[in-house]
């Protein structure tokens, strides 16, 4: 419990008990086409599939008061005029009892004041294109109240960019129709759109806004709308300008009693041929939406479909839980972490507090990382993403940075040449394989660059990806960078001296030789991957061929990659060292050292543990592992966007946390268990709850960056959600630390314990079969796995072997030096 709130692990949600938390705090809706942000306050924004091209209500990103734009409640007692928001804001008045609970998938926002209690519960049903919402109020006084609760939402002229920028035209577009209790918003549906949307009430109304001046009056704003203080609706229909929602409905309540209303808002297509009612008219065909919205409106539905997205959740989460001496691993494993994973996979990095929904598209890399995090809950979705990647591959292996969701098509501005975007697809595709057991995807014919008639089997698609970078060594046998490696700012072929210019894409060092070890690694981690699979494909002499590739790429590495006491960084346009002890600033980058030993490099000769040493002298801090070090105090032409950042920020040496967990994997690679659980919890939301006044993001989930030592504020968090963070951690530790790590031919039970630990249980779904796992460790021996007991039967070593589906096993697992564990030859 903090000054802002505690986990309700049982209930699965985070209980925030103030509104001014000091971000807001989200949670995402929705789960398959339809989504919505909602902060603790209730701002946020609803969209269809794309937060750029179908938004459905508007939000003001960094606006003052900040989070302005929500699903916003009045409520108004009809005798003394008092009004007020019982999520806070958009009034912001003094609550009795404010609570905000987050769960998986929906959100409870409610307040007692004046004597009334009021909570909304926000979610979307599974299946739906539309977000429910359901009002309670409790009348909690001894005499009868009248009140008017009046409801507020926002449209958003579909585009968010032009919504934002094209006011000429905008301001004359505008469209609804009002229909009983119903508001649609139609803008452009006269034209070339086949959808609008709804916004519909369960009460019968007794006014209604849809223009939003007439609902707020002159020079107001959402906080004293002319229409809730004089408890009055305008009745008003917009006409161009700024299309609202608003519903009035009046209520009577006696001492005690509780009354409920439904809203919903929803998103709806017509067939382009049933556009109008009656044809050739201009008024929206609402047959078929009117079913939807009598049903979803009738209350036995809502908790029907409450109950299904609890159960659907179980069941995704359901697939690992454990059971820890540690509570923030126990809920990090079990819930939020999870949890967050789906996050990026629905939303990649499109739409937060911090992505504005306009940006960016689906990653290339950032969606294969994303995937590692997710695989286990829903393979079959995972290899839909795998083949929609792998389709905006180019024919040279190489592949588009990023492609929007709508289309799946590469985006062009952005292009490809961030060189060590395909090798992620091999590590991606390997993880699925492993989770699923379906080498078949390997034969799933996939075109390059969505080119019908290009299609090759996925295999294919690795193994170019392999030989991308085999085709693009630089000057010392490294893999050139292109325009950046994992780290996109980076940027050591591109020489900007022109404000507002991409690092990125202003590529003014033509056939650029800048190398990358950090791509060596990758590749040496890709290549030993796509060898085993050709291995079990058959394929031994293509096998041998990718491990000679790998072991010379190691040795580059060992040539021409060490430093001395770590792994360089790079090598810059002119051949000069980055992440090095003869740089001034930048001496030394965490990347590399996670990257080579998670490949194996240095496990053999000391320099896996030489590197791993000088992260913890040089980078590892309180609030994380910075990114580099020293951070760079000028801007550096041959640099690119990392020196733009001040000290201390983003990838100038702040904790990008994305990276920790390759370190904390790292260190189980050389049994160093307290170290990594160490590093593991020095990032995690959970430990770091209770500094939340410093922190600031939510306490559960991953920020993608947290200001490291050289910064104003080290320690604060920015960033929140969508990281590559969320997929990272999770395997470290459940992988790595639990050592519960899939493997072609069974399940790895290899923990890597802290040594406080005395064991732990799990339970995994894996391939069809539920595996009961107790780890053991006798007391005061550290270690690893030396044998498993599954099903009674004795196994030496720490693979589980495959169950058949539907099978419950029992697996015991025993650390350390073990009188059991003499060879059976010997006994
Ligand atoms: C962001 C990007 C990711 C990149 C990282 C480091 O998280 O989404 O692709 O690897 O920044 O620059
Ligand atoms: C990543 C970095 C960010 C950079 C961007 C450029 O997201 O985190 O700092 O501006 O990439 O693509």
């Known amino acids: 419990m903090t000054r802002f709130g505690y986990f309700d692990d049982d209930a699965r949600e985070y209980v925030i008990t103030r509104p001014d938390t000091p971000l807001p705090w989200i949670n995402y809706l929705g789960s398959e086409d339809f989504f919505g942000i909602i902060s603790n306050t209730a701002g946020g924004y609803a969209f269809y599939r794309d937060a750029r091209l179908r938004r459905l209500t508007r939000y003001r990103y960094n606006n003052t008061p900040v989070d302005v734009g929500g699903r916003y409640?009045?409520?108004?007692?009809?005798?003394?005029?008092?009004?007020?928001?019982?999520?806070?804001?958009?009034?912001?008045?003094?609550?009795?009892?404010?609570?905000?609970?987050?769960?998986?998938?929906?959100?409870?926002?409610?307040?007692?004041?004046?004597?009334?209690?009021?909570?909304?519960?926000?979610?979307?049903?599974?299946?739906?294109?539309?977000?429910?919402?359901?009002?309670?109020?409790?009348?909690?006084?001894?005499?009868?109240?009248?009140?008017?609760?009046?409801?507020?939402?926002?449209?958003?002229?579909?585009?968010?960019?032009?919504?934002?920028?094209?006011?000429?035209?905008?301001?004359?577009?505008?469209?609804?129709?009002?229909?009983?209790?119903?508001?649609?918003?139609?803008?452009?549906?006269?034209?070339?759109?086949?959808?609008?949307?709804?916004?519909?009430?369960?009460?019968?109304?007794?006014?209604?806004?849809?223009?939003?001046?007439?609902?707020?009056?002159?020079?107001?704003?959402?906080?004293?709308?002319?229409?809730?203080?004089c408890g009055e609706s305008a009745n008003s229909i917009a006409h161009g300008w700024a299309p609202c929602g608003s519903h009035h409905v009046a209520l009577t309540l006696a001492p005690g009693e509780t009354r409920e209303i439904r809203f919903i808002l929803g998103y709806w297509e017509n067939a382009i041929e049933a556009k109008f009612d009656p044809p050739g008219s201009q008024t929206i065909d609402k047959r078929s939406v009117h079913e939807v919205i009598a049903r979803h409106l009738d209350p036995s539905s809502v908790d029907a479909a409450l109950t299904a997205l609890a159960d659907h959740w179980s069941e995704r989460l359901g697939t690992i839980q454990v059971s820890t001496p540690d509570e923030h691993t126990n809920r990090t494993v079990n819930i939020w972490n999870a949890y967050q994973c789906m996050v990026t996979f629905n939303l990649s990095r499109s739409a937060s507090l911090f992505e504005s929904g306009i940006g960016r598209g689906m990653g290339f890399r950032d969606s294969n990382q994303d995937l590692l995090g997710f695989v286990h809950m829903i393979p079959a979705r995972a290899r839909d993403r795998l083949l929609d990647l792998a389709a905006t591959q180019l024919p040279s292996g190489g592949a588009f940075h990023q492609y929007q969701p709508l289309t799946k098509r590469g985006n062009d501005a952005v292009g490809s040449g961030f060189n060590d975007d395909p090798l992620w697809l091999i590590l991606a595709v390997a993880a699925y394989v492993k989770e699923t057991g379906d080498a078949g995807i390997l034969d799933a014919a996939v075109p390059y660059e969505n080119r019908p008639g290009s299609e090759a089997p996925v295999f294919e698609h690795l193994q170019r990806a392999l030989q991308y970078t085999l085709e693009r060594l630089g000057p010392h046998g490294l893999p050139r960078i292109g325009r950046a490696d994992w780290n996109d700012c980076l940027n050591l072929n591109c020489f900007s001296e022109t404000p507002g210019e991409s690092f990125q894409t202003t590529e003014n060092r033509q056939g650029g030789v800048a190398e990358s070890v950090f791509i060596a690694g990758l590749f040496v981690l890709a290549a030993e991957e796509l060898a085993t699979i050709a291995e079990r494909q058959g394929l031994g002499g293509v096998a041998a061929e990718y491990r000679s590739a790998r072991s010379a790429m190691a040795t580059a590495v060992r040539d021409h990659g060490w430093d001395g006491s770590w792994f360089r960084r790079a090598y810059d346009h002119a051949g000069n060292t980055v992440g090095s002890a003869t740089n001034d600033e930048g001496r030394i980058y965490v990347e590399p050292q996670g990257m080579c030993v998670m490949a194996g490099i240095g496990l053999?000769?000391?320099?896996?543990?030489?590197?791993?040493?000088?992260?913890?002298?040089?980078?590892?801090?309180?609030?994380?592992?910075?990114?580099?070090?020293?951070?760079?105090?000028?801007?550096?032409?041959?640099?690119?966007?990392?020196?733009?950042?001040?000290?201390?920020?983003?990838?100038?040496?702040?904790?990008?946390?994305?990276?920790?967990?390759?370190?904390?994997?790292?260190?189980?690679?050389?049994?160093?268990?307290?170290?990594?659980?160490?590093?593991?919890?020095?990032?995690?939301?959970?430990?770091?709850?209770?500094?939340?006044?410093?922190?600031?993001?939510?306490?559960?989930?991953?920020?993608?960056?947290?200001?490291?030592?050289?910064?104003?504020?080290?320690?604060?968090?920015?960033?929140?959600?969508?990281?590559?963070?969320?997929?990272?951690?999770?395997?470290?530790?459940?992988?790595?630390?639990?050592?519960?790590?899939?493997?072609?031919?069974?399940?790895?039970?290899?923990?890597?314990?802290?040594?406080?630990?005395?064991?732990?249980?799990?339970?995994?779904?894996?391939?069809?079969?539920?595996?009961?796992?107790?780890?053991?460790?006798?007391?005061?021996?550290?270690?690893?796995?030396?044998?498993?007991?599954?099903?009674?039967?004795?196994?030496?070593?720490?693979?589980?072997?495959?169950?058949?589906?539907?099978?419950?096993?029992?697996?015991?697992?025993?650390?350390?030096?073990?009188?059991?564990?003499?060879?059976?030859?010997?006994?």
């Not at 999520?87 to 998938?105: A, E, N, V």
């Not at 309670?136 to 934002?164: H, K, M, P, Y």
């Not at 309180?622 to 105090?633: N, S």
């Open 73 to 229: 409640l009045y409520v108004r007692d009809r005798e003394t005029g008092e009004f007020w928001s019982p999520s806070w804001q958009p009034t912001r008045d003094d609550l009795g009892d404010y609570r905000c609970r987050h769960g998986l998938g929906y959100t409870i926002i409610g307040s007692t004041r004046a004597g009334m209690r009021v909570d909304t519960l926000y979610f979307v049903p599974l299946g739906q294109t539309l977000e429910l919402w359901r009002t309670r109020i409790t009348n909690q006084r001894d005499s009868s109240v009248g009140l008017s609760v009046f409801s507020a939402v926002e449209f958003c002229l579909w585009d968010a960019l032009d919504d934002a920028t094209n006011f000429q035209r905008n301001y004359s577009t505008g469209e609804v129709e009002v229909d009983a209790s119903v508001v649609f918003h139609k803008t452009e549906y006269r034209e070339r759109r086949n959808h609008f949307a709804y916004f519909a009430c369960s009460e019968r109304l007794v006014g209604f806004d849809t223009q939003r001046d007439a609902f707020l009056g002159p020079y107001r704003g959402w906080d004293r709308p002319v229409a809730v203080e």
């Open 604 to 827: 053999d000769d000391g320099r896996a543990v030489a590197a791993l040493g000088s992260v913890s002298e040089h980078l590892a801090t309180p609030h994380g592992i910075v990114l580099q070090q020293p951070a760079y105090t000028r801007y550096r032409v041959e640099l690119g966007e990392i020196s733009s950042y001040p000290p201390g920020y983003k990838e100038n040496g702040g904790v990008f946390c994305h990276t920790n967990p390759w370190i904390v994997i790292a260190e189980t690679l050389v049994g160093n268990g307290d170290r990594a659980f160490d590093y593991f919890l020095r990032i995690n939301p959970s430990a770091r709850e209770a500094i939340s006044d410093l922190h600031r993001c939510e306490p559960y989930v991953y920020a993608q960056m947290i200001a490291g030592k050289d910064a104003v504020v080290p320690g604060e968090a920015k960033n929140s959600w969508l990281t590559g963070t969320a997929a990272w951690s999770l395997v470290a530790i459940t992988q790595w630390i639990l050592g519960l790590r899939p493997d072609h031919d069974g399940l790895r039970v290899d923990p890597c314990l802290p040594a406080a630990w005395n064991g732990f249980t799990a339970r995994r779904t894996f391939r069809g079969a539920r595996y009961h796992i107790t780890v053991r460790k006798p007391a005061g021996v550290a270690g690893r796995v030396s044998h498993l007991v599954v099903d009674g039967h004795r196994i030496d070593g720490h693979l589980v072997p495959l169950a058949p589906e539907g099978a419950d096993v029992t697996v015991e697992a025993f650390i350390g030096p073990d009188v059991y564990s003499i060879p059976h030859s010997r006994r």
